[in-house]
């Protein structure tokens, strides 16, 4: 009898070892088809992250009771209208051909004149011309090159016998033989159209210019360290914003050793200007957050990166707000594993976005949109919260189930999502930031890393400066060209004028010109 219960109590001692044995097998194999289904999505599926919804009438929602937090469904009122309307679609005057070309003044027009088809010495007589019909098409011409030429007189005194010559027009740098229109459209397209020097270098030989690519590559080199005094006022003058948002993106760096690249990192960080600045740093440590941000006092909105929480913990001057599309995010990869929990947080977030969506639409002030974010999205945020710490008391979920790690994300930051909801000048999310940032995923696809530590600090001062400018609808071939040639005459202490903002306001009416558009 007693070797029976023995017996007995290792069989089931066993069953219970091979069913804990199975839960972890199971929750491990759940968790790997959730990476291999990210894998796939990233290579194959959609890069938008807007929702698709299929409304499913038995799924209960989160927002219950809060219907008037979003927009009311009103059923569409209907009339019945008579009226008259021309067929075929109506255009306005600026569509100057039938096919609807559009086009400003400073697009060039070449005239091709048509003989009269028909007419011949025979009946020429016969016919007269009573007018004229213009048909315009879009045409190319590859990218072409022009050699200026300076034709310098020598002058003789006649008394003294004494010769001068008219001095030639200065370069922007000593000895250089490349106009400010050339050092301005390799950075252009390197930078703004992500096209490597080795392909401007064809492009060039091409059309019959012999250079080297060494001498392109120390071109650039030059014109952005000319550049490098406006990045830094930029970047200080972003420093004296009271919100800041702040991410960080890889890029290869440096050689770590023998055929091995040195991964890096550019940390941009987005002024409540609309300002943007790289900054470079070869690890992703806080120390770097800590050197660039010295002095700084305000809001600062990243995402869930831990440097950025070990950076403001103990620093009573930095409020801390999070970004909510990264929470969301979470939520997105557990909706194959857990779609009706999943859907009734996406739901919730949904109706944030709905009202952010309505206060860009009727632009609301600071205080309107304060009260739109205290009487209707708080109570969201707070139903959303309280429902996160409901579904946290599950005793189903493992760690390694993508819900569980989207609650922990939202338990570990629950009071940096709240922030948002009492400063309106606090964005929801850091999407504009990501926005911005892609200048350099883009780059890295053409010319794919950075050779040296330097080049890659320069990458950040040059992208610093064209990005604002996108930012703020300045042309960067207009403004490098203006720049290039006012920076040695401008004064020091007034740097910040050569800024993409502040030069839109001053400069961009009368800009500076190469001698190419004075011929």
């Known amino acids: 009898m007693v070797i029976a219960a023995d017996?007995?109590?290792?069989?089931?001692?066993?069953?219970?070892?091979?069913?804990?044995?199975?839960?972890?097998?199971?929750?491990?194999?759940?968790?790997?088809?959730?990476?291999?289904?990210?894998?796939?999505?990233?290579?194959?599926?959609?890069?938008?992250e807007k929702r698709l919804i299929d409304e499913n009438p038995n799924q209960a929602s989160l927002?219950?009771?809060?219907?008037?937090?979003?927009?009311?469904?009103?059923?569409?009122?209907?009339?019945?209208?008579t009226y008259k309307r021309r067929k075929g679609k109506q255009r306005d005057?600026?569509?100057?051909?039938?096919?609807?070309?559009?086009?400003?003044?400073?697009?060039?027009?070449?005239?091709?004149?048509l003989s009269a088809a028909g007419l011949n010495?025979?009946?020429?007589?016969?016919?007269?011309?009573?007018?004229?019909?213009?048909?315009?098409?879009?045409?190319?011409?590859?990218?072409?090159?022009?050699?200026?030429?300076?034709?310098?007189?020598?002058?003789?005194?006649?008394?003294?016998?004494?010769?001068?010559?008219?001095?030639?027009?200065c370069a922007i740098f000593d000895n250089c033989m490349a106009d400010v229109s050339v050092l301005a459209g390799l950075l252009v397209d390197k930078f703004v159209y992500h096209m490597p020097l080795h392909r401007q270098h064809q492009r060039l030989k091409q059309s019959g210019i012999t250079l080297s690519r060494s001498t392109l590559t120390l071109w650039v080199q030059k014109a952005i360290e000319l550049t490098k005094p406006i990045y830094e006022a930029q970047l200080k003058h972003i420093l004296q914003s009271k919100v800041?948002?702040?991410?960080?993106?890889?890029?290869?760096?440096?050689?770590?050793?023998?055929?091995?690249?040195?991964?890096?990192?550019?940390?941009?960080?987005?002024?409540?200007?609309?300002?943007?600045?790289?900054?470079?740093?070869?690890?992703?440590?806080?120390?770097?957050?800590?050197?660039?941000?010295?002095?700084?006092?305000?809001?600062l909105l990243t995402d869930g990166y831990a440097?950025?929480?070990?950076?403001?913990?103990?620093?009573?001057?930095?409020?801390?707000?999070?970004?909510?599309?990264?929470?969301?995010?979470?939520?997105?990869?557990?909706?194959?594993?857990?779609?009706?929990?999943?859907n009734q947080a996406l739901d919730c977030i949904g109706a944030l976005y709905q009202l952010e969506e309505q206060a860009r639409e009727q632009q609301l002030n600071p205080e309107q949109k304060l009260k739109l974010r205290s009487e209707k999205s708080k109570p969201i945020v707070d139903r959303f919260l309280g429902w996160c710490y409901e579904q946290h008391q599950r005793t189903d979920l493992v760690n390694s189930n993508p819900l569980a790690k989207a609650l922990n994300y939202v338990r570990s930051h629950k009071e940096q999502l709240a922030v948002y909801l009492s400063d309106p000048d606090v964005p929801i999310d850091t999407n504009h930031l990501e926005r911005a940032l892609r200048v350099i995923p883009m780059g890295r696809k053409n010319w794919m890393?950075?050779?040296?530590?330097?080049?890659?600090?320069?990458?950040?001062?040059?992208?610093?400066?064209?990005?604002?400018?996108?930012?703020?609808?300045?042309?960067?071939?207009?403004?490098?060209?203006?720049?290039?040639?006012r920076i040695s005459l401008h004064p020091a202490r007034e740097v910040e004028e050569l800024t993409p903002r502040v030069w839109k306001e001053k400069f961009a009416a009368n800009p500076l010109r190469s001698d190419l558009e004075r011929i």
């Open 93 to 113: 005057d600026s569509c100057v051909t039938d096919q609807g070309l559009r086009f400003d003044d400073s697009v060039p027009i070449e005239r091709i004149e």
């Open 244 to 299: 800041l948002a702040m991410d960080e993106t890889p890029i290869k760096a440096g050689r770590k050793k023998k055929g091995k690249m040195q991964s890096t990192w550019f940390w941009p960080i987005y002024g409540e200007q609309d300002e943007l600045a790289f900054t470079w740093s070869t690890t992703r440590a806080t120390a770097h957050i800590e050197k660039q941000l010295d002095g700084f006092a305000g809001t």
């Open 307 to 342: 440097a950025y929480d070990r950076y403001a913990k103990n620093k009573p001057q930095i409020t801390q707000a999070q970004c909510w599309a990264h929470t969301r995010r979470y939520f997105v990869k557990a909706e194959d594993i857990e779609p009706e929990a999943t």
């Open 449 to 485: 890393f950075c050779w040296t530590e330097v080049g890659a600090q320069h990458v950040g001062i040059i992208q610093s400066l064209l990005t604002t400018c996108r930012l703020h609808g300045v042309n960067p071939y207009l403004y490098l060209v203006d720049v290039l040639q």
């Open 121 to 169: 010495e025979q009946n020429r007589d016969e016919y007269e011309v009573i007018g004229e019909k213009v048909t315009r098409r879009l045409a190319q011409r590859p990218g072409s090159y022009v050699v200026l030429e300076y034709v310098r007189p020598v002058i003789k005194h006649k008394l003294s016998q004494q010769l001068a010559t008219v001095p030639a027009p």
């Open 63 to 81: 927002l219950e009771g809060l219907e008037d937090t979003t927009k009311p469904k009103l059923e569409p009122a209907t009339e019945e209208i």
């Open 7 to 48: 017996t007995r109590v290792t069989s089931n001692n066993q069953l219970a070892q091979a069913t804990e044995r199975v839960a972890v097998l199971q929750a491990e194999n759940q968790s790997l088809k959730a990476q291999l289904d990210w894998f796939k999505k990233q290579l194959f599926g959609r890069k938008s």
